[in-house]
């Protein structure tokens, strides 16, 4: 897999890539409504053109914790129709090389270099799942987030 | 008729063929329930034999043909040489569907030829349609049933005038939504324009005559426009009393058919949403839920099962329950299969178990019904009823039978709400579920059984503040206002920051990879383009008792202080049954059910009531056997017995009072005012 299109979002001190295919667009600093007794990985909801979009937290779909900002959404087009992944700074276009390695987080599908900063690249398949977003991660996982 | 195209003809002949079809179907599956009238067999004989002429005369040879065989069926039954069994309605049915499938064919032919080239060419007449209705075989799955959902959905309505169709003209479903949306629009509009009246010109639009006849008028005009969205349960109940009988057949079970309350008016698009559901529900029954007739038998049933469809408006919701006299849920099994899938069900209720069905894993394994072709399970139901924001409920009792039931708002397109902020965050509350809101009074305030109450009449009601319920940060400032929400069965009251007022809200859908959220119904986007949240009462009342319940600050919130009045309500409907219960809990008394004669009289022997309100027609013991039976008893003769029920004659009343009921109300004439007259009345207790 070289030369895949991607996206990078800056998530905390993170940077995580998005395969374009999966973007819809990017929407900067979005009006969140917070969506009352959601899991914390549910920022809120925001207006795209009158539809009606979740905004998540990226970094806990991953099981590493929260990162304060969502500066950035980055709508993406999931089977249940268009989510927001929030950024923390703006999303940049890049093309991935061949990846170096394994990744360890769920909802990766392996690390790749930029320059001198590492990349994992997320899967929104496995990413956008009820479980992920409802914060039910199996015990494993939930010591290893622990454990960053 | 001189100037119609031999097209027109057909085309008009498609549009009768409909209605008769549907008219057809229903009246076949009342001849093999009630054995069948002359008056029956004659309609029935008069609607073939009038499709027959018509489709000579349209030139459709095919559904002549295949009319002229059914005619000459049912002509045997009529003059007495055959006699009516399930084999000759079987054959009835299917020559109906075959008839159904003729015409569709024809109609894709109309449809194929439904071009401004076509025209000219149909005037060939009978023949015309032919060719085109053979060279689409292929068009008969996918356009066929498309072309005939929506006339379909209003023949049984029309049939019901029986032939009289002037004055009612189709109009294609868009037009229909399209004008309900601007009306939508047309009244938030209207409210803008009454916020800038106060806003520029320091102008109360209360008190402007104007704009009131205005406001009048705005309302008046969604109201109709959300009314020609509007069905009766009515037009689908025939396709799932057919369904269930086929069904039945094929199963070699005896089962009789009931439908009550299919005048019941919901929104197009919610009923259309729940159809599939329904008859995935009611094929369930069948397959699952009812015996066969000999193991009926064995048990002590009567070898004819009851499948009941029942559909009650209450409030702004339409409740569908369907109960079947089957054997019930094994909630053993349930526990079983659940412990297979690694659910742990050890502190878990007989209600919560049964909830476990509804889950993918183990609604396909054992729930599935495979006949239906299509392996949907009861999890896929569930997903379809709270996509039309609604809810279901499932109360099996083992031997017994089961009850599932589908709550749905009548129309989903246009909540009128209260506006409330809390936590600095503006949030919806559906109107209909708002009892009242009042301003802070400290006097109004108390402690009861270890939580804050407030007074709303004279009763003592649970107050939470909502931001502290939702977990949003700042809570209520303690002398803000509080508004009383209700369910059919609780009430609580909530405080918030202010009111800001009401507002007709379009509410949508959160996106389906969100988690259920019990408190929140929806999501609107407002007219400056922020998102406001939609609260569902009942579920932001659970919570709040939850939440509660969890700081152990709480007891029960029935743990009687004084001594209240308990009542047993005896009903085989459910539907009855709730709202009933609704009625009495909110009045303030205790309340128990039984759902015939013979479930009340073991209710009464392990605890007696101070009253017994009970229907007449139940299955096993109905309401005259069990207010004789009570009367009879040495210890319970006392109790007072108000019967409830459709029968309106004197000689029922008259026959009530005979066998010892204190009072008699119908319930056409039944209301809230008249139950709790008649209850206090009964039990010296001031209304």
Not at chain 1, 72 to 83: D, T
Not at chain 2, 25 to 49: A, C, K, N, Y
Not at chain 2, 629 to 648: C, D, E, Y
Request: hydrophobic share 40%; net charge negative.
């Amino acid at each position: 897999m070289t030369g895949m299109q991607a996206l990078l979002l800056p998530v905390g001190a993170d940077l995580y890539a998005l395969p374009v295919d999966w973007v819809l667009e990017v929407v900067a600093a979005p009006t969140v409504t917070p969506l009352a007794t959601a899991p914390a990985a549910v920022l809120g909801l925001f207006n795209l053109r009158g539809q009606i979009v979740p905004l998540l937290e990226t970094a806990a779909l991953l099981g590493i914790g929260t990162v304060e900002a969502s500066a950035y959404a980055v709508v993406v087009n999931s089977a249940h129709g268009p989510v927001g992944l929030a950024a923390s700074g703006f999303p940049q276009q890049t093309v991935l090389d061949a990846s170096i390695g394994p990744s360890e987080l769920p909802g990766t599908t392996g690390l790749y270099q930029l320059g001198q900063r590492v990349a994992a690249c997320l899967d929104p398949e496995s990413l956008l799942t009820h479980e992920r977003i409802a914060g039910y991660l199996p015990r494993s996982e939930r010591t290893a987030a622990k454990a960053d | 008729m001189a100037g119609m195209s031999s097209e027109q003809i057909r085309r008009l002949f498609a549009q009768e063929a409909e209605i008769r079809l549907g008219q057809l179907d229903q009246l076949l599956l009342q001849l093999e329930q009630t054995g069948g009238d002359d008056t029956l067999v004659r309609s029935i004989f008069r609607e073939i034999h009038t499709l027959k002429g018509s489709a000579a005369v349209a030139g459709f040879d095919e559904v002549s043909g295949v009319a002229h065989h059914l005619e000459e069926l049912v002509d045997d039954v009529r003059s007495g040489r055959g006699s009516i069994t399930a084999e000759v309605i079987d054959a009835l049915l299917r020559g109906n569907d075959r008839l159904r499938a003729a015409i569709s064919k024809a109609r894709t032919g109309i449809a194929s030829q439904d071009t401004p080239a076509a025209g000219p060419n149909a005037v060939n007449g009978k023949h015309a349609s032919q060719p085109a209705g053979s060279r689409s075989p292929a068009d008969l799955v996918t356009s066929g049933p498309l072309d005939v959902a929506p006339s379909q959905t209003k023949s049984p309505a029309t049939s019901r005038h029986s032939g009289d169709r002037a004055g009612v003209i189709m109009v294609p479903v868009e037009r229909l939504e399209e004008l309900t949306r601007l009306a939508g629009e047309t009244a938030s509009a209207h409210l803008r324009v009454g916020l800038m009246l106060k806003d520029r010109f320091n102008l109360d639009p209360a008190t402007c005559t104007e704009f009131n006849e205005l406001s009048r008028s705005v309302n008046d005009l969604q109201d109709r426009a959300m009314r020609t969205q509007m069905v009766p349960v009515a037009t689908i109940t025939d396709k799932l009393h057919r369904a269930l009988r086929d069904l039945s057949r094929t199963q070699g079970k005896d089962i009789r058919w009931q439908a009550e309350g299919a005048d019941t008016e919901l929104d197009r698009g919610v009923l259309n949403q729940l159809s599939d559901s329904l008859l995935h529900v009611v094929r369930n029954a069948v397959d699952h839920g009812i015996e066969t007739p000999s193991e009926r038998e064995a048990v002590g049933k009567p070898r004819q099962a009851t499948v009941r469809i029942h559909a009650m408006q209450l409030g702004s919701e339409v409740i569908i329950a369907v109960t079947d006299d089957g054997r019930g849920i094994d909630v053993d099994s349930v526990r079983q299969q659940a412990a297979r899938h690694g659910i742990d069900t050890d502190a878990m209720t007989d209600d919560e178990l049964l909830e476990l069905i509804f889950r993918p894993g183990l609604s396909t394994t054992q729930f599935v019904t495979d006949v239906s072709g299509r392996g949907v399970g009861l999890d896929v139901v569930r997903t379809n009823v709270e996509a039309a924001h609604g809810r279901v409920e499932i109360h099996s009792e083992l031997g017994v039978g089961t009850e599932l039931r589908i709550i749905v708002p009548i129309t989903v397109a246009v909540l009128r709400c209260l506006l409330v902020e809390a936590g600095g965050q503006y949030f919806a509350l559906p109107f209909h579920r708002v009892l009242l809101s009042q301003a802070h009074d400290p006097g109004k305030l108390a402690q009861a059984e270890g939580r804050p109450v407030v007074w709303v009449d004279t009763r003592p009601v649970p107050v939470q503040s909502l931001a502290e319920t939702l977990g949003v940060t700042g809570g209520a400032a303690p002398s803000g206002p509080v508004v009383v929400l209700s369910d059919t069965s609780r009430t609580h009251a909530f405080g918030v920051d202010r009111l800001i007022g009401q507002r007709d809200v379009v509410i949508k859908a959160l996106n389906p990879l969100l988690p259920r959220l019990p408190a929140v119904a929806g999501a609107s986007v407002e007219p400056d383009g922020s998102v406001l949240l939609v609260l569902d009462p009942p579920g932001l009342i659970q919570r709040a008792r939850s939440a509660s319940r969890g700081t152990g600050m709480t007891a029960p919130a029935h743990s009687p202080t004084t001594h209240r009045r308990s009542i047993l309500v005896v009903d085989d409907a459910l539907t009855i049954r709730e709202l009933q219960r609704s009625i009495l809990e909110r009045a303030g008394f205790d309340v128990r059910v039984a759902t015939d004669g013979n479930h009340a009289l073991s209710h009464l022997a392990e605890l007696p009531s101070d009253l017994v309100l009970t229907d007449i027609e139940m299955p096993n013991m109905d309401g005259f056997a069990l207010t004789q039976a009570i009367r009879a008893h040495p210890t319970l003769a006392n109790i007072p017995v108000l019967i409830l029920s459709s029968r309106s004659s004197e000689a029922d009343r008259q026959r009530g009072l005979d066998v010892g009921a204190d009072g008699y109300i119908t319930k056409s004439g039944f209301d809230e005012a008249s139950l709790l007259t008649a209850v206090n009345r009964l039990l010296g207790t001031n209304a």
